[in-house]
Structures are given as structure tokens and as C-alpha cells.
């Protein structure tokens, strides 16, 4: 009986098929008497879309020639972060915590886009009323915006193919459902094969597609963090819900920079850009305080003044607390070890907290000597008087030179920050000579108590 039993059936969809039903169109891979589909006989005969033809290399001077052309998204702030514009195909992951602003976001930024096609906003967790009513409250009433409130990764595909869409929103990823996976919606199957098929819609009709995904509390791309290797751009949106500032950064991007950042303040009539950040982020009354230091973060070419606050209290525990907020741990755990090690202070029986102001995330090296100075400034209770300073520490206590120093220098200058300690200072020696330089470092040693020698 087993070589009765048929092998058509299985024939799998991804084959390149090089046979075809000229009566329905069902496509093989190799040559039948009869078509497996419509059942016609002598029907299936090759066809020309062999895989020979999707291989075939292009000169890349031809590929150069051709022109990339972008849809501006018609928000500056966005636009600099995308690298000027959506190029048609791409797919945007743009993750955020929930509640800090990117379904009002993406609503502003597809109603800014002028496209010569329609935009398609997918709402997969509010109603379409929710969506009405949130655009009302925008003054947002854009002719080409398209609706539609749907979880089926099918039905989503189907809009996409009819409407043909210019700029499609899914928001968010984790709400669409396929169908025929197992699991509910955002579990890591379902995640993957709904971003898949937007993706493969995506490329195919040349749509560019945000997916937007929630993130965890410390703010990592929880779930869709394992779509970031499929998608073009990988943006955060992030900030301080209390004093309503955001920041959009692009942290993967295949058609621009990752350095850019977009700034934006949360209002009553949604996200408004802002153009120049200025002294936004630092609280005057805080700056008076011991522990509290500027410094100026470079986003490519925009220099963000940040305040930088350190707590240093006596710990009451045997392992003492190192809490981190908007900075990488690993870094300033190496600057407290330098302090200790190269500058004599004694942080080892102290609870050390450090946080960036504004909820911001800081990727910038240079932050090192703000925060070796502010934790010195805290743990001797002495004032820097709204100093700035940038740097990046090394491991034998030296302050390395970073880029955009002319930069760094003309931003503080122009918001009236008079005393700045960077590795441009003549005669700084290292990170001792820094704390010495503004009246820090000397009493620690007497206060807390010598290093104990190592056993
Ligand atoms: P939302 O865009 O829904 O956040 P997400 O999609 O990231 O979960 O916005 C959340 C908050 O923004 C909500 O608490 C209300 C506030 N908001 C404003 O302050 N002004 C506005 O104009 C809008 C639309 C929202
Ligand atoms: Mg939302």
C-alpha cells in the first residue's frame, strides 16, 4: 500500500514553486499528470519563477543610484530620530513603559504624515470610540487617517493588503493574536509569528510600520525585546511623568544614526516638541544641595544638561545598598571602587543612591566624574554650588577625554553654569585632583573612617 500513499498533499508552501496549474494557479515544485488543487489533468506546466531569479546579485553601483526616498513623519523632534524620515518597508519597534505617551505618540505622528497614500492605525487595546475620543482631545482630524480596532494578525494583514496603506501603527504588538498559534496574545509564540507576518506584509507593499510594546518598570524591551534583531529601527520612549518631559532615542537603526534624541513635554493637548532643552532638566532649588552636579550629555550632536543626585548614608546592613536610577549600574559601581581605591574615600560601610533627574536614561561615558564628584559632594556634605563636570574615569583613576568637549563647554556656558571640571582643565590630576579642585576629598578619610588593608 505505501507507494499508493500520495506525497502532494504535504507539498510544503515555502517550495519555490517552477511548475504551475495554468487552469487555478496552484503552484509545485515539480511536474505532475494531474493538479493536486483543481484536479485538472495535463495542466501543470513550468513556469519562469524559478529560484535562480530572486538570487541574482545587482551591481552595487546600481544600487547606490538609486535613490532612498523617506516619508517625512512632518514631526521634527520624530524625524531626527528616525534619520530624516520612514523609509517605505522599515518597521519601527517603538517601546515605552505603559502610560508614558505612545499611543498619543504614534496617534500626533500619523496625523502629521502627509503621504501620498492613506496611514492605517491598527488599535489592538482601545476601542475605536477611546481612539475618537483621544483624537478630539488632539485637534486631530487628518482626511487620509484610517481606523481600525482589531486583534486577528489576519484581518490586519487583509486591511493592509486592500487599503495599501503609506504608514501603518500597530499599537500595540503584544495585543495582536494569530490565529492558528497556540498561546494568548503576547506570549513569546504569538509575539513572534503576528511581528512576522506584519513584518513580511511590511516589506512586501513597502509600508512603513510602527509596532509599539510596552516595556517592564526597568525599561527593558521585555517581550518585544526579542523582536529587535527582525525589526529596521528600534526606538525608547521614556521620561519623568511628573514633569511631563519625553525622550524618543533610537537605540537600533538601520537608515541613520543611533545618537539622535527627540524631545517632547506632555501637555493637556498632547506631546508638544521641544526645540531646545536648555536647562529643562535641572531644578535650580535641588542644585544648592550637597550631592546634586550638571553635566552635559551629548545625544550625537545636541547637548542635554542633565542634573546628576547622589545620597551617601552610614549603612545599617552588612552589605550595603548600591541603588542606580537612569544610569548604567556597572559604571558607577566602577566609579565608587575608584573613589575608594584612588581617592581615599570610604564608601564600603555606606549605602550609595544615584540617579539621573528627570527619569532620563544616560548613556553618555562621560558621566563618570559628575558622579564620582556628586558622590563625594553628598558623602562630605558639601555644596558644589551648580558646577558642571564631564569625564570619563578610568580604572587607574585618570579622567579621560571625551568627545564633543567644545560642545559640552559652549552648552553650560550659555545657560551660565560658571565653574566646569573636565578633562580640558589645566593641571587636573586625575580623579583625586578633581575632587581637590572643588574643596572635595580632604575630610573624607577623617570622617568615615581609613580603608581597611586587605586581608
Ligand atoms: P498614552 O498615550 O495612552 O500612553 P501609552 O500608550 O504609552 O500607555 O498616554 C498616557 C498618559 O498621557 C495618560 O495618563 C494621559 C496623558 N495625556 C496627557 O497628559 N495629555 C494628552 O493630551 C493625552 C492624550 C494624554
Ligand atoms: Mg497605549
Redesign the pocket.
Known amino acids: 500500500m505505501s507507494h499508493l500513499v500520495p506525497t502532494l498533499p504535504i507539498m510544503r508552501q515555502s517550495a519555490k514553486a517552477a511548475y504551475r496549474c495554468t487552469e487555478c494557479g496552484h503552484a509545485t515544485a515539480r511536474w505532475m499528470g494531474f493538479c493536486p488543487q483543481c484536479r485538472a489533468t495535463g495542466t501543470v506546466s513550468a513556469t519562469i519563477d524559478t529560484p535562480a531569479v530572486a538570487g541574482s546579485p545587482v551591481r552595487l553601483a546600481e544600487a547606490l543610484a538609486e535613490e532612498v526616498r523617506r516619508i517625512p513623519v512632518g514631526m521634527r523632534e520624530v524625524d531626527r530620530v528616525l534619520g530624516g524620515g520612514l523609509v517605505p518597508g522599515t518597521v519601527v519597534l517603538v517601546g ?10 504614534m496617534l500626533q505622528a500619523a496625523a502629521s504624515i502627509v503621504a501620498d497614500a492613506d496611514v492605517l492605525v491598527v488599535t489592538t487595546e482601545e476601542s475605536l470610540p477611546q481612539v475618537a475620543l ?1 483624537a478630539r ?2 485637534g486631530i482630524d487628518a482626511e487620509n487617517l484610517l481606523v481600525l480596532a482589531d486583534t486577528d494578525v489576519e484581518c490586519i494583514a487583509g486591511a493592509a493588503e486592500m487599503r495599501r496603506p503609506a504608514v501603518m501603527v500597530i ?1 500595540s504588538i503584544q495585543m495582536v493574536a494569530a490565529g492558528d498559534v497556540g498561546g494568548s496574545a503576547g506570549s513569546p509564540a504569538q509575539l513572534r509569528e503576528s511581528a512576522d507576518r506584519l513584518i513580511g506584509v511590511s516589506k512586501r507593499l513597502g509600508i512603513a510600520t510602527f509596532l ?1 510594546g ?1 516595556v517592564t518598570k526597568d525599561g527593558i524591551l521585555a517581550g518585544p525585546k526579542q523582536l529587535e534583531h527582525a525589526v529596521d529601527v528600534v526606538l525608547s ?1 521614556d521620561g519623568d511623568a511628573e514633569r ?1 518631559l519625553r525622550l524618543l532615542r533610537s537605540l537600533k537603526n538601520r537608515h541613520g544614526s543611533t545618537h539622535q534624541i527627540g524631545l517632547f513635554e ?6 508638544v516638541e521641544v526645540n531646545d532643552p536648555g536647562a529643562l532638566l535641572v531644578d535650580e532649588v535641588t542644585l544648592s544641595a550637597p550631592g546634586t552636579i550638571l553635566f552635559p550629555a551629548v545625544h550625537g550632536r545636541r547637548p542635554l544638561l542633565v542634573e546628576i543626585q547622589a545620597l551617601v548614608a552610614r549603612s545599617t546592613t552588612p552589605q550595603p545598598r548600591r541603588s542606580v536610577k537612569g544610569l548604567e549600574a556597572a559604571r558607577v559601581h566602577q566609579v565608587l571602587a575608584v573613589l575608594e581605591r584612588h581617592a581615599g574615600l570610604s564608601l564600603h560601610q555606606c549605602d550609595v543612591y544615584v540617579s539621573v533627574v528627570g527619569g532620563l536614561q544616560v548613556r553618555d561615558p562621560a558621566v563618570d566624574l559628575p558622579v564620582a564628584l556628586a558622590v563625594a559632594s553628598s558623602l562630605e556634605e558639601t555644596p558644589l554650588g551648580g558646577a558642571a563636570a564631564w569625564g570619563e574615569v578610568d580604572l587607574t583613576g585618570q579622567i579621560r577625554a571625551v568627545p564633543h568637549d567644545d560642545r559640552r563647554l559652549a552648552e553650560v556656558h550659555r545657560l551660565g553654569v560658571s565653574l566646569s571640571i573636565h578633562s580640558g582643565n589645566e593641571g587636573l590630576d586625575g580623579v583625586a585632583g578633581a575632587l581637590a579642585a572643588t574643596g572635595l576629598g580632604r575630610r573624607s578619610r577623617s570622617r568615615v573612617g581609613p580603608v581597611p588593608a586587605a586581608v
Open positions: 515605552g513603559e505603559p502610560g508614558v505617551g505612545k499611543s498619543t505618540l483621544r482631545r488632539l499599537d509599539v510596552h520612549f511631563g506632555m501637555t493637556d493637548d498632547g506631546l
